[in-house]
């Protein structure tokens, strides 16, 4: 199993930037890539991006494509999201999770999750 802590969430207005860090303890042997997703009030927890490990390849929504950065340091085993250009469509509880493979955009795919941080976004 894999421990995920999220930070760095908080209240922005439209068209600033947040970033969001998670930082991964434990069995590092079970995690080749880490994912984060959102989920806003009412609706479906969705998949926002995904990086390995190992080369730092990565993955995005179409949603986010262009204005959010998903980054990693594998020193301190921790992942970060950058997010620019901040909508108020953005907000949202946004979760990190482990997944042992990569590219897994489905929420099952994902084994381990965080406590999630909150992101709001005013317009």
């Known amino acids: 199993q894999v421990q995920l802590v999220e930070s760095g969430g908080g209240l922005v207005q439209a068209g600033g930037s947040l970033r969001l860090s998670c930082a991964a303890s434990?069995?590092?042997?079970?995690?080749?890539?880490m994912g984060w997703f959102r989920q806003a009030p009412g609706k479906e927890r969705d998949f926002v991006a995904t990086?390995?490990?190992?080369?730092?390849?990565?993955y995005y929504a179409d949603s986010v494509k262009g204005r959010f950065t998903i980054s990693r340091d594998n020193a301190k085993r921790t992942v970060y999201l950058q997010m620019n250009s901040l909508k108020p469509e953005d907000t949202a509880v946004y979760y990190c999770?482990?997944?042992?493979?990569?590219?897994?955009?489905?929420?099952?795919?994902?084994?381990?999750w965080g406590q999630g941080t909150q992101v709001t976004v005013s317009s």
């Open positions: 999770a482990s997944t042992r493979a990569f590219v897994q955009v489905a929420v099952t795919s994902y084994d381990s």
């Open positions: 434990g069995r590092a042997d079970s995690s080749a890539a």
């Open positions: 990086i390995k490990w190992t080369t730092g390849s990565t």
